[in-house]
């Protein structure tokens, strides 16, 4: 295991429901990140957090809205999705948000979400 | 514009043969470039990190080299195995940036016994 844990592994949510996404890290890091892995495309970056404050918000639509509580649990909430959103939500922590050699990124198993 | 294309796009070799897999990348300045594994349903796992200055890196039976003059980074699998299944990113990292990772689309690979 890599340290990032994520629930639940699976939702499956329609498209007026609300619902959160959670993400827990046991490594002492202080960024905290979600990502979008949509099939045969690569990771999109959505949300960056340094010490619980958004630094990094990748033009994403407001019906995902991130929350860090402390700086070991960051939160994505979800509301009135659409089916496009259907994909898999990787969280990921590092030491700090700056991508240098020695700051790798540790990335939880993800969460499949299927809107219908 | 920061790309990061990796070929092929899938892949299905034998166990125990050989395969390699490629990256090429527009990304500058360039800091460092990160293979990751990444199995079916799970979050990607780093293999091995290079920067500009390493151009070859080994992780038991992955090895990966790196020619940052034109850009181009591949993975070595040496004698494949069935948990080899998997896909593979390519990831550089810009030094210009506050330290956004750029992601190439992946290689799936398939290992067949």
């Known amino acids: 295991e890599t340290g990032v844990t994520q629930t639940p592994r699976h939702l499956v949510m329609g498209m007026t429901n609300k619902k959160s996404l959670k993400c827990e890290q046991h490594?002492?890091?202080?960024?905290m990140y979600w990502y979008k892995q949509s099939a045969k495309k690569p990771l999109e970056l959505m949300f960056v957090?340094?010490?619980?404050?958004?630094?990094e918000n990748n033009s994403v639509p407001s019906r995902f809205s991130p929350e860090c509580p402390n700086s070991s649990h960051l939160f994505l909430h979800l509301h009135t999705l659409q089916p496009e959103d259907s994909a898999l939500y990787l969280c990921?922590?590092?030491?700090?948000?700056?991508?240098?050699?020695?700051?790798?990124?540790?990335f939880g198993p993800g969460t499949r979400l299927t809107v219908l | 514009k920061n790309q990061v294309e990796q070929s092929p796009q899938s892949l299905i070799i034998l166990e125990g043969k050989n395969c390699t897999l490629q990256?090429?990348?527009?990304?500058?300045?360039?800091?460092?470039l990160r293979w990751y594994k990444q199995d079916t349903g799970r979050g990607p796992v780093s293999l091995t990190i290079m920067t500009f200055s390493e151009n070859t890196k080994s992780n038991g039976r992955y090895t990966a080299t790196l020619d940052a003059d034109t850009k181009q980074s591949s993975l070595h699998i040496t004698a494949s195995q069935l948990s080899d299944s998997a896909s593979y990113i390519c990831?550089?990292?810009?030094?210009?940036?506050?330290?956004?990772?750029?992601f190439g689309q992946g290689t799936t690979l398939q290992v067949k016994p």
């Open positions: 957090y340094n010490f619980k404050e958004q630094t």
């Open positions: 990921a922590s590092s030491q700090d948000p700056s991508g240098g050699t020695y700051n790798e990124q540790f």
């Open positions: 990831v550089v990292s810009s030094s210009g940036n506050t330290g956004k990772l750029i």
């Open positions: 490594l002492g890091h202080n960024a």
């Open positions: 990256c090429n990348y527009t990304v500058s300045p360039f800091s460092n």
